[in-house]
């Protein structure tokens, strides 16, 4: 079975740009010609359309708070830190990463993920990837899309991923463990600009500033990444 490769979202009850109705269809997954394709319900966006960080974090404690309720499986974000290990470790599917890149970026997916796993930090359900590409401003409020990267981790994982000025509206933040993921959510987002098969427009120019904001995070924190 195919997969789309995206999701769409389904306008229900509007009309195209041609005027016509856009046909009522049931927000849910359809299998057709060999592609599986997701259609979301339609929700109004919000006018203006920017985030506030207080309203950020307010969603994304409510996300969080509703998914402490879920008893499902998902795997745990260092089985996404060791994907992108792997990847930094394979030359074959990174073959432009320098080898010096190539050091930098495998020993700080590696001493970070033992020194975030050490803090023995409380762990529940996570979105994965809460950036504000996944947030639509809307008219019913702050929404968050593209839950396949749940997985399970401290809610730090997931702040890491948001601009840094909304942390300081989350309530209980250990913001040293903060600092910690934002490095290693860096490490892990510059590996994938480095795959062969990166797609992502301007994705290798994104890589190299990456890497150098890698290398000064690390200075400024002493972390030695060659242990």
Request: hydrophobic share 35%.
């Amino acid at each position: 079975m195919r997969s789309s490769g995206c999701d769409a979202i389904m306008a229900a009850g509007r009309t195209s740009s041609g005027g016509e109705p856009v046909p009522r269809v049931e927000p849910c997954v359809y299998e057709r010609d060999g592609f599986v394709v997701t259609l979301w319900t339609y929700y109004e966006p919000a006018t203006p359309r920017e985030v506030s960080p207080a309203g950020y974090a307010s969603a994304l404690e409510r996300l969080h708070a509703g998914m402490r309720k879920l008893d499902v499986p998902a795997p745990h974000f260092t089985d996404r830190v060791e994907q992108a290990r792997q990847l930094v470790a394979s030359r074959d599917r990174t073959p432009a990463l320098a080898g010096a890149d190539r050091e930098l970026l495998g020993g700080t997916l590696r001493s970070l993920r033992r020194v975030i796993g050490d803090r023995g930090a409380a762990e529940q359900l996570l979105h994965g990837e809460p950036h504000p590409g996944n947030v639509l401003a809307t008219k019913n409020g702050l929404l968050f899309i593209d839950l396949e990267t749940c997985c399970r981790g401290p809610v730090e994982f997931d702040l890491a991923h948001a601009p840094e000025e909304v942390s300081g509206h989350y309530r209980g933040v250990d913001h040293g463990l903060l600092r910690e993921c934002r490095i290693l959510v860096l490490a892990m987002i510059t590996t994938w600009r480095w795959d062969r098969g990166d797609q992502l427009p301007n994705g290798r120019q994104l890589g190299a500033e990456w890497l150098s904001q890698i290398r000064a995070a690390l200075d400024r924190k002493g972390l030695d990444t060659h242990g």
